[in-house]
């Protein structure tokens, strides 16, 4: 339990800085540590308050959100750890350095895990003090400038329905747009949920337009008896049902596009028959010996190895090569992990304003999770996580402990075996270990972990010292990279 006593020093400052301060809240029970603070950031970019006792900060941080908070661990009469839970629990967006004179590294570990953004050993040096609030004001800029850029970059980064900018998506944007005004067949693929539909939508609209018919056939969903009556349609007494003439779903999309989702279900028998329809524009309803044209561009989707199926007999091969000439190949989610800030504000943006809540934002440590995270169901097991987040949340912010269990629990333990290693050996390691994925390429590098390149040039800087526990090489860094000046 906090127990707490009333002062507060607020009053004794804030001093302020620059024009765009931001405010900065010491909450330290030795007064002369906030005064260091306050003198050392004069002339900084920081509007600095201080309390000396829990509760005057509990109530500060509700009453002005500041920006950042200093907190002391060790204050009389207060646990250290639920405080930075209550703090946190407070204003989920504010950012908790800690500093303790009785450092060890179990707790800034567990400090770091409940949310702490880095966290300073006493007596406070000020000078890391300041190279932290230096990195903590880059990446202030970085996601002021990334929320701004979000909404622009939804507007410019997206084709029909589907959004992205990783490089892996700009490709598949490309190979849409040279296709959709040309083809007659085309195949997506990609594993579930990775938008396979939506660039079936959206060939279909580049190319014919809202005005004419896409019409969707699962081949999952029909059963096999009434596979080719549903997709070419029937004559009237063609089987004991078949009551009145009937249209099927080619005929259905005539003028526009059939979209056969699920091809890898199609059943053998029909196979010949869709052959036809993709070679000759042609069908044949049920119970008549009269082809008819049909003038439809078809688009089929499968997340199954189609070649495997022609091995194993189960997809006539001359049907594989006609489906298969135009394929557009769908990037798995983990693939392009730089597109999840994107879709995150664009789906956050949907649920807030389909449910009325004001869930506009994920904190720095929900972010890291999902990062981190493999999302086995592509986008849709993204859509539907901010789903429930918006829906059962009613704060600004979604964190953390809003998320699903299996996402927070993904990451967060340390392994047993994992050595034990500070923030900045931390960082460090993470940092080449992002270099070696992407070849090297800094600029590629700074992208995904979120920093600007000046930061990254430091961090490898730093490693240059030596510093203990980053055992990786550094892997050599070209200028030449993809993405420019690396
Ligand atoms: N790039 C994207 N941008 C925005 N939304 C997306 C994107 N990719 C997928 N989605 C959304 O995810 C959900 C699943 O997309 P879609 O149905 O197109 O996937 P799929 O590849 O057809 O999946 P399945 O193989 O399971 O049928 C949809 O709600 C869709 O709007
Ligand atoms: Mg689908």
């Not at 000439?325 to 949907?350: C, G, I, N, S, T």
């Not at 009613?394 to 998320?403: F, G, P, S």
């Amino acid at each position: 339990m906090l127990s707490v006593n009333q002062v507060d020093v607020t009053e004794s400052h804030p001093r302020t800085t620059g024009d765009c301060a931001y405010d900065l809240l010491v909450s330290d029970d030795d007064l002369v540590a906030i005064e260091l603070v306050a003198a050392a950031l004069e002339g900084e970019k920081f509007r600095v308050h201080g309390v000396s006792n829990a509760q005057a900060g509990l109530d500060f941080i509700a009453r002005s959100k500041p920006s950042i908070v200093l907190l002391d661990l060790v204050m009389p009469g207060v646990v250290g750890m639920e405080l930075l839970e209550r703090i946190l629990e407070i204003d989920p967006g504010v950012d908790v350095i800690l500093f303790t004179g009785h450092y060890s590294t179990d707790s800034a570990v567990e400090a770091i895990q409940k949310g702490a953004y880095d966290y300073l050993t006493k007596p406070l040096p000020i000078e890391r003090l300041r190279e932290k609030l230096n990195k903590w004001l880059e990446d202030a800029h970085v996601r002021q400038q990334t929320r701004q850029l979000d909404e622009q970059l939804l507007q410019a980064c997206r084709l029909g329905g589907i959004i992205g900018h990783s490089p892996l998506m700009l490709d598949v944007f490309s190979k849409v747009r040279r296709i959709a005004p040309h083809f007659q067949t085309a195949l997506v693929t990609g594993h579930t949920g990775t938008g396979k539909e939506l660039v079936a939508k959206a060939l279909h609209q580049l190319r014919s337009g809202d005005s004419r018919p896409f019409v969707v056939c699962n081949c999952a969903a029909i059963a096999d008896t009434l596979f080719e009556s549903e997709l070419f349609g029937h004559v009237r007494g063609a089987f004991t049902s078949a009551s009145q003439d009937k249209q099927g779903f080619a005929e259905a999309a005539n003028g526009g596009t059939l979209f056969l989702d699920e091809i890898a279900e199609i059943p053998i028998g029909i196979q010949p028959k869709l052959l036809r329809l993709l070679q000759n524009r042609e069908i044949q309803r049920v119970g008549t010996s009269r082809p008819k044209e049909v003038d439809v561009r078809i688009v089929a989707a499968t997340n199954q190895d189609l070649r495997a199926m022609v091995k194993q007999k189960q997809l006539r091969e001359d049907l594989y090569y006609r489906l298969s000439m135009v394929e557009v190949k769908l990037p798995r989610l983990a693939d392009r992990k730089e597109d999840l800030p994107l879709l995150q504000h664009h789906f956050l943006k949907m649920f807030s304003e389909k449910y009325g809540k004001s869930a506009f934002n994920l904190t720095r440590r929900a972010q890291a999770l999902m990062a981190a995270y493999s999302w086995p169901g592509n986008v849709r097991e993204l859509e539907n996580v901010l789903g429930y987040c918006c829906m059962m949340t009613d704060k600004e912010m979604i964190d953390v402990h809003d998320l699903p269990e299996h996402i927070r629990h993904n990451s967060l333990s340390l392994d047993e075996n994992e050595e034990l290693m500070s923030m900045e050996q931390m960082e460090v390691k993470h940092a080449f270990r992002i270099l070696g994925r992407v070849g090297g390429s800094r600029v590629r590098a700074a992208e995904i972990l979120g920093i600007s390149r000046a930061t990254l040039y430091r961090l490898i800087e730093r490693s240059s010292k030596n510093l203990p526990g980053s055992t990786e090489e550094a892997p050599r860094v070209s200028k030449t990279q993809s993405g420019g000046q690396g």
